[in-house]
């Protein structure tokens, strides 16, 4: 361009047709690309329509127009603004992106027009043009257009993966300056310069709609996954479901931290800064999330990128930040790496470009965040996504992160929106729905729930309080039917209604239901047609209903929604009542199998418990509060909620319980009405006498009467007044010589106060009673609590206090406040006598008042200095205060340190001088029970914290003096008669080493004296447990202390007061019942101590006798029960214990006194064990003689006239000496120095009950190292199983160990060095570890490590540490190595001896391989099987995959894939069945099986008969009930009761265990006929794996049925016991899986398992069984003919093939069609007329009808076919082949195989002897022998017998027993041939020693032999000469 002033510019020129034409088009009309088109086909512009119309010419003529000089000048109609719509971000430079559209939505109007280049579901590629859309907006005039375009661009809808610039152009077009044209060319530059934005959303509402698109993304993401995890049948952890979500979010530098959580379906509740917001959320279809906040919704969208989200509100977009890593750099969008600008290892400056790369044709330049040196990961020319990592920085600065400023405000205050008033049901409504979504475990986080929970209740309970409920809700179901309902039925209902509203305040007014209920009845009885009561019963469905829910009136409705509530939470737990949490949800999903969205709701339910748990304790204590009387009502579900065991639900069963006890106690005004009518009734009518016999009941009274009692202190009646205190006086002092008791009066008159004076005798068994001093027994006994009430004063000398100091002188009074008290101080201890009196002896105090601890252990701020000495004389007086205290908001401790204050100030001297021993003051307060604070003269009147809220008198009943080697703390129950103390063992050191802790629970039972002995028993039983049972709710008060799980050998102390009469034998009996009854739950509560004191007398006539009842149970398995008498030491005067009968006790000999020790050793080691799940391991020997004493009951039941002996277990452990040679030793329980223990027993078993049979049990000691595996561990169980097998004895494994031992140089440790690379800055690396010259030097004796000397100038000489050895063996490698041969030594003791392992608690690793290389395994509920613990798989595995060792290893895993045999619930059991095992097994390796006599008779018949139809194979093992008479059972095969399955879980079609045949072990394999499930479990590790269930047809070999039945063989033959298999099988499973699962293989192990067997095998065919093709092959007797025997009933049935199979190959249709015509008359008639035919057409007829003959006959004629291949399948064939030996029928073959066995194992026997002299001999030669022998034994007459299986086992068992039989006679002529042919075989093969042999011999011959061997020479002489 030239310009006038000689200036010229150079302009892009771009002569085309612009993107913006409609502009010109809008405002012109004309058609610009038509008009182009028009001119270049050559038509004159005056030709073109549009050009004509433009200069307002007629468009239909063609005159030429002079557009130079036109008439009319072309105006623009309007204005029109454009708009580009480009996918450019304006915060960010306007940068280009790429990605696809979810929605576009735009709508062309009149004044608007647009066009887009992409639809909803395109996109834009990286190499397209940013703009993709034109927005035109047409105006009368610009302002106009403007306005047009700014709602146009509102309204337009674009979402998807990139920012646009349309809300930019609306801020654009509202701008003042666009609005006023005053723009420019530098406009925009300026407001991109002054970071001009557009329109954003509140930046606060932005948050709330980010964090919750952001949470309820990721908590259905999270619920989802979850569920399809459970679908796959993997098992997550529960953690992973989680209703609250952390979100923080960066917005213009400003980071929100806020917390989402979902408290619905679609409720949330954002936390901000400790403020709160609600939310409403509905997610539409396209991923809309509708949210309402404050009374406004807003739709809105999220668009997660790598490093940010972005929210659309409505039409508003912000942009959150992600927090970044700067040492990370990344690519903003999709593109091409150009090149890069800065050198790869370089340095870069913060916001320098590094990079260029290509974004949609243009050209981006990357700039680095922060200073660092870049390190390239992209080669130039990549291609990159969004957010790929192109570089890596290392910063300069490390600091230089991003620093936030961080918003710290709350929420602004909600928006005053006039909202209405809620209706009283929309109330109840809503209170509902929040209680339901808690307990579904949607809860708000803390602090906020429990507010919540409490409004909640609150309101939810006051509204269904509200009588005008009903009304509205049935106000509100009519209007919903309203014009539905019958005219009369609605009158009729609302007049009900108006009557209930007008009388709605009056007490005795219900809701009317059932009126309602009959206008719905009397109504529908009228309807005739059906259709008709159908349609009204729909409309009226509702309103029944709700009648129904108010049946029982406002408070039945508000019963049954509490117990709907408590229903529903108990519901949920319940389900996780059971084991593990893996083990519980694996049962969820067996329930829940088609829908796993009910088992993730439970799951999570459970998963929020703890805020359940706070839920329902709220509505349990406002039920208590407010609605005491429905807790009775509600106790069965209460009770249920008390059955919860499981710790996290344990402060709900506790609530529960406490509840329970207080519903059961009568209310407090009933009890105060009984106590005042039983006083008034007392006086007589003047009020001045009194029945003493009335008030005895309150003393005796079992009730707590001391809450109520106080009360009448202050009664208006003066005598009223004595008697309270009277009655309270001798029921607290019941135990003691009460002798004296006077009512005095104090203060003026008309201000008297009643006081009471009493004088006692300590009981001669008292702590604090003077030793040596005169015995007056008698005279305490002659105190009887009966004898006279008020103002009874015995005259008896002997009875003066002054001259005894085991007397007590004793006040009581009551005032109306402490004041009052202080003001009658003086006037009290003027009552007391003068101190000392007269003739009182001084004593040495340092042993006298005995209590539980000493000052300085019971208030720890007490120094010794701080106590006043005591007195001379020993303090004899008691003081009794009771006051008034009205205040309620004192605590215990405020209350005490005022009478604290008040008992050391000045009134401490007076109390001293006047012998003030004790004063008691009693807090009163209204229907409450007595506060009691105690001080004490001995600790200088400072309170006695142990007695606090304890009568000091009941102290000596409670035996409070024998805790005394503990430190207590009184934990409050809400049983007010049982008194709970913590104890902490007290300890040289203090606190801080204090390992036991126990709780001691106390109660004292009071009742009058019974008489006769049935009541006694009846007392005994129903008081103690009643007691029990409340002495163990409060326990589990107890369990809310925090020191509760330190807890151990808890004890319950129970005192019956009153004498019973009965026998003390009887009382073991009862206890034990009533203790085992509960044992669960005492074990749970880790009671395993308990004493029971009672007075019992043997007739009504004798005196009582102390008694006292010591139960122990700290192995949890056998319950110690002793009994004492307390008898009286006559030389010391000590009261002491003597056991009952002959068993002795521990405490026998010992003082009553005797205070509890404290946790022994062994008690440490086996609480130990026990946390670990396990038994300690020196209490297994006791396990193993307490579970034979319970085998010999169990073998004797049934056994008239057995006995288990007196002694029936010998063990003697076995110890490695210092050369790792093992000797016996009969150390201490826990003087083991390893961790494993081995111990040699002699059991005297049933089986063996003369010489018992031995074994050698070695077991891990988890106390010890954690019962890991190292060098001296290995060894010793190396050196045992080898002894086992030298004898050939069982060897016994009890696994609970850690596997092998790691460990470290503790030595090198605190010793070596670092080499750093850079000293000042660590964190660039270290070189090498070394140790300093003196350090090496003091290591260098111990040879732990080797080093390498080193020198430089930083640290000058140094020794490099190049291996360490370390000091101790047994901490790397070499615990390898010992596992290693300790496996060996397994793998060979399981082919030498029986190797049985019991798993409990856990063995991993080696551990793991030794109890499977044992074979027999016997797994623990809730112990494992590992490898590698879960722990250590999920850090591997980098994610929380396993949730406990038991998902890994457990039973669930174990037993079904037949590792572990059998599973057991406790150690105990596991021992049992490890004896019950035992039981078939012969005792040592060699031996004949133990056969013993059977209460089962052999001769009997088998009842129970295998049917066709498929039935379960243990029903014919062991019998069943009859299913017609239940009262009936059919006997099965072996004896009753004797079957043990083992391996039940695995491989079921095959069922194998061991069992008894008339008294004779055997190995039992049978065959499962039913269709069985394997289910395969998903791997939660494998994300893609699937829990499958796999169906296995019955009667078929699986391959690992296969493998199970090979198993069970081997393991039979290395018990050495005879083998029964009941044979059903129709072959093997041959398709491609179980190919390839090796079923061939396993198969053949079948073969060898059989061919090694050395015990007789019978296989039986029963009936209706069949064995076919390879199923025969390898269990026929031809396999090991020698051992093996095939017999088959009558009914069964054995071929290659089935008949089916059979006939389908050898019996074809060609061969039916013959049969048929060769038997079939007609068909032979047919087959004539055939050949007559003459004609084509006859023989067509013909045979047309042969084929019908033929078609008709040939079903019939397959089942002909059928029969026919079964004939050859009968045992008939089979005996016939020689392929059995004997059709044995089933109902006698119990008989036969028993016979049959047992002189096939007698036989055996035999034939052992014989090989031993002739091994030459095989099998059926040494049966060819004994049959020889036996015909020479009876005679050839008899020779028949031999195949008599009953007449052989009578010879066999008569040659066994007689010293010189045949067989014994026979057996030496072998063993002499023997000898002579060896020796003739040795002289043979070495002539040359003939001679020598023959000298040798002759030395050792007699002189007669000799004589004899001389005359046979010279015979041999003579007859050669």
Known sequence: MFVTDDRFYFLELNPRLQVEHPCTEMVADVNLPAAQLQIAMGIPLHRIKDIRALYQHESWTNNPIDFDNSFAIPNPKGHVIACRITSENPDEGFKPSSGTVQELNFRSTKNVWGYFSVAASGGLHEFADSQFGHCFAWGEDREDARENMVVALKDLCIRGDFRTTVEYLVTLLETETFQNNDVDTGWLDRLISEKVQAEKPDALLGVICAGLHIADTTITNAFQTFQNSLERGQVLPASTLNNSIDVELIYDGVKYAVQVTKMGITNYLLVLNNSTKEAEVHRLKDGCLLISVEGASHSTYMKEEVDRYRIIIGNKTCVFE????????????????????????????????????????????????????????????????????????????????????????????????????????????????????????????????????????ETLMRSLRDPHLPLLELHEVISSVFGRLPQAVERAIRGQLQHYASNITSVLCQFPSQPIANIIDSYAATLQKRSDRDVFFLNTQAIVQLVQRYRNGVRGHLKSVIQEVLKKYLDVEMMFQHGHYDKCVSKLMEKHKNDMSEVVAAIFSHGQVQKKNVLIITLIDHLVSHEPGLADELSPILNELTTLGKSENAKVALKARQVLISAHQPSYELRRNQVESIFLSAIDMYGRNFHPEYLQKLIDSETSIFDVLHDFFFHMNTIVRMASYEVYIRRAYIAYGLYCLQHRTIGHRGA????????????????????????????????????????????????????????????????????????????????YP????????????????????????????????????????????????????????????????????????????????????????????????????????????????????????????????????????????????????????????????????????????????????????????????????????????????????????????????????????????????????????????????????????????????????????????????????????????????????LKQGFLHGRSTDTPYMTKNYLQQKRFSAQTNGTTYVYDFPEMFRQALLKQWREFNDGRAGREAPLQVMDCVELVLDAHDNLYENNRLPGENNIAMVAWRMVLTTPQYPAEGRELIVIANDITNKIGSFGPREDVLFLKASELARSKGIPRIYLAANSGARI??????????????????????????????????????????????????????????????????????????????????????????????????????????????????????????????????????????????????????????????????????????????????????????????????????????????????????????????????????????????????????????????????????????????????PADPANFDSEAKVIQQAGQVWYPDSAYKTAQAIQDFNHEELPLIIFANWRGFSGGMKDMYDQVLKFGAYIVDGLTSYRQPVLVYIPPFAELRGGAWVVVDPSINSDFMEMYADPDSRGGVLEPEGTVEIRYRKKELLSAMHRLDQRCMDLDADLGKAQTKSERDKVEERIRNREQDLLPMYHQVALKFADLHDRPGRMIEKGVILEIVNWKASRRFFH???????????????????????????NRSMLRRWFIEAVGAPRAHEWDNNQSMVKWYLEQQAAHHSLFSENLLTLQRDAALHTMQTVLDENPEVAFESARSIITRLNAAQKAELTKLLNEMDTDSS
Request: net charge negative.
């Open 834 to 1141: 003068a101190f000392p009196p007269e003739g009182h002896i001084g004593h040495d105090h340092s042993g006298l008042f005995q209590t539980i601890e000493d000052p300085q252990s019971r208030r720890g701020s007490l120094a010794a200095g701080d106590l006043d000495p005591l007195p001379e004389h020993e303090p004899i007086h008691i003081l009794n205060v009771a006051f008034k205290h009205l205040s309620l908001t004192d605590d215990d401790e405020t209350i005490s340190r005022m009478l604290e204050d008040y008992c050391t100030s000045d009134v401490k001297q007076t109390l001293l001088q006047k012998g003030i021993r004790r004063i008691t003051f009693l807090v009163l307060r209204a229907q409450m029970y007595p506060k009691y604070f105690s001080f004490r003269a001995k600790d200088g009147f400072l309170e006695d914290k142990i007695y606090r809220h304890l009568e000091p008198a009941l102290a000596f009943q409670l035996e409070i003096n024998r805790l005394r080697t503990y430190s207590l703390e009184a934990i409050p129950t809400p049983n007010n008669k049982i008194y709970l103390y913590l104890g902490s063992a007290k300890t040289d050191r203090g606190d801080l080493n204090v390992t036991d802790y126990r709780f001691f629970v106390r109660s004292i039972i009071r009742h009058s004296d019974l008489v006769t002995k049935e009541a006694s028993v009846e007392f005994l039983q129903t008081e103690g447990e009643r007691v029990l049972l409340e002495a163990m709710d409060a326990l589990e008060v107890g369990f809310s202390h925090p020191l509760a799980q330190k807890t151990d050998c808890n004890q319950i102390f129970l005192n019956f007061v009153p004498t019973v009469i009965m026998d003390p034998n009887k009382i073991e009996e009862h206890v034990r019942g009533m203790i085992m009854r509960y044992g669960s739950r005492l074990w749970k509560l880790r009671v395993l101590e308990a004493e029971l004191k009672i007075n019992i007398r043997l007739s009504a006539n004798e005196e009582a006798i102390p008694i006292r009842i010591s139960v122990n149970n700290e192995s949890g398995y056998y319950l110690d029960l002793h009994l004492y008498k307390e008898v009286k030491d006559s030389r010391s005067g000590h009261t002491k214990f003597e056991s009952w009968g």
């Open 1303 to 1576: 460990g470290l140089a503790e030595e090198i440790k605190p010793l070596f060095k670092i080499a750093w690379e850079d000293p000042s800055e660590p964190e660039k690396g270290f070189k090498y570890l070394y140790l300093t010259p003196d350090d090496c030097k003091k290591l260098s004796l111990t040879n732990s490590v080797r080093t390498e000397l080193m020198e430089n100038d930083t640290l000058g000489p140094h020794y490099r540490i190049m291996d360490i050895y370390g000091k101790e063996n047994g901490i790397g490698v070499e615990n390898l190595r010992g596992s290693a041969a300790i496996a060996g030594e397994t793998s060979r003791a399981y082919d030498s001896v029986v190797t049985i392992s019991l798993v409990s608690c856990r063995s991993i690793g080696i551990g793991a391989y030794l109890v499977r290389l044992g074979q027999r395994v016997i797994q623990v509920e809730n112990s494992h099987i590992i490898l590698t613990g879960a722990h250590a798989l999920n850090k591997l595995l980098g994610k929380e995959v396993y949730t406990s060792n038991n998902q890994l290893g457990g039973p669930q895993i174990m037993f079904a894939n037949g590792v572990s045999h059998i599973t057991v619930p406790n150690d105990f059991e596991g021992i049992f069945n490890i004896l019950n095992w035992l039981s078939f097994m012969p005792k040592e390796r060699g031996a004949m099986v133990p056969i013993i006599t059977p209460v089962d008779p052999v001769d009997r018949d088998v009842e129970y008969v295998p049917t066709k139809a498929p039935y379960d194979p243990r029903w014919f093992l062991c019998g069943k009930r009859d299913e017609n008479d239940y009262e009936k059972w059919l006997n099965g095969f072996f004896d009753r009761g004797s079957f043990r399955e083992i391996m039940a879980s695995w491989a079921q079609t095959v069922v194998c265990g061991r069992a008894r045949l008339g008294g004779i072990p055997v190995g039992v394999i049978a065959v499962e006929t039913r269709t069985v499930e394997l289910n395969v």
């Open 322 to 457: 992600k927090e970044d890593d700067p040492t990370l750099m990344r690519a903003p969008s999709a593109g091409k790496l150009l090149n890069y600008v800065i050198e790869d290892g370089g340095r870069v400056i913060r916001n320098q470009p590094y990079a260029e790369i290509e974004v949609m044709k243009m050209v981006m330049t990357l700039s680095a965040s922060e200073s660092g040196t870049i390190t390239y990961i992209k080669r130039a020319g990549a291609v990159l996504d969004c957010g790929a990592v192109i570089a890596k920085l290392e910063l300069d600065d490390p600091n230089r992160a991003k620093n936030l400023e961080v918003f710290r405000d709350p929420f602004p205050p909600n928006v005053d929106v006039p909202q209405q008033v809620d209706k009283l049901n929309h109330v109840v409504q809503k209170c509902r729905a929040a209680v339901d979504q808690a307990l579904a475990g949607y809860a708000s986080p803390e602090p906020y729930f429990a507010r919540a929970t409490q409004d909640t209740i």
């Open 1795 to 1821: 016979y049959r066995l047992h002189r096939l194992i007698l036989e055996n026997e035999m034939r052992k002897q014989i090989s031993e002299m002739t091994p030459s001999l095989t099998v059926g030669q």
């Open 752 to 831: 008297e106060n009643r006081v009471l004076q009493f004088q006692f005798n300590l009981p001669s068994s008292h702590p604090n009673r003077i030793m040596g001093e005169p015995n007056h027994g008698s005279i305490a006994q002659k105190a009887d609590h009966n004898g006279p009430l008020i103002g009874a004063l015995l005259d008896d000398p002997a009875l003066d206090p002054n001259t005894h100091c085991c007397s007590r002188f004793g006040v009581m009074a009551a005032f109306n406040d402490f004041e009052e008290y202080k003001n009658s101080f003086d006037k009290l201890l003027a009552l």
